[in-house]
């Protein structure tokens, strides 16, 4: 069958739609078409190219290109760079990249620190003590060990919210990370950390909730997401298991994203989210809620 002839039948079965059109581009720049098939191909087609047209504006450069915000990079986002103090002093240079001076109280290592979302648990339990792990947030819990230990990294410490479906599923992780030290820490505990934009109806903390674990979720980022320490000769891996809020609010605070739109992102159970802290104070996310270690029928988010 020759070209024009399939083309013919492509465009009946397809109703005359704009197969046409992109058809008849085709062929005509492979040299199918005389100039006498090209001009009524264009009669055929000229009514839907102009709806096309329409539809799509030329493209101006200054239209599609994204304009920067015009806030710079804070390097002492976290107060420990050494390069902004001297004797009590601020230097003058203090928003300058600190990698560009050398300096021998400067930090040399990486902290990485991996955040795990607690895994499924009963949420018609009355209270904390009662909100434990399912069956399949335990399984949940076992995927997520064992991907932990799969890495083959060598973790300094897991730390864990005081919460129950926390504490459990950093029990059951521990058990697949022999030698890893295990912490409990109230400050890692769920709660409303800012009022999120745009609002949601469906979840509306009042005032006091925010005020008071507000403080206390800032609190602990500001105690674990930090750069290291000077004295910190080796990068660290490290594990925090907590809860979604908390994750996300130190995500957006540790890019240093507006915070209130911490609930924009959704993280599954027992996922990992990973960021990374250079010694010069730059913050790389490296994986956001990575459940992909799971099968499909084993992933939830509640």
Known sequence: MSYRKTLRLVCGLAGGSTVLVLAAAAADSRGYFGEQHREEAGRRSGGRLSVLQAAQPAWVAA???PAPTGQAWDFNWDKRDPTTLSNGKKKENAAEDPSSEPDNSKPKATRNILLIRHSQYNL???????????????????????????????????????????????????????GVELLSCDLLREGAPIEPVPPVTHWKPDAVQYHEDGARIEAAFRRYIHRADAKQKEDSYEIIVCHANVIRYFVCRALQFPPEGWLRMG??????TWLTIRPSGRVALRTLGDSGFMPPDKLTRT
């Open 267 to 272: 993280l599954n159970n027992g996922s990992i």
């Open 63 to 65: 239209s599609h290109t």
């Open 124 to 178: 018609s339990g009355n209270g904390d003590k009662e909100r434990v792990l399912t069956p399949l947030g335990r399984e949940q819990a076992e995927l997520t060990g064992q991907r932990l230990a799969a890495l083959g990294l060598k973790y300094d410490v897991l730390i864990h919210s005081s919460m129950a479906r926390a504490t459990e599923t950093a029990n059951i992780i521990s058990a697949h990370l022999p």
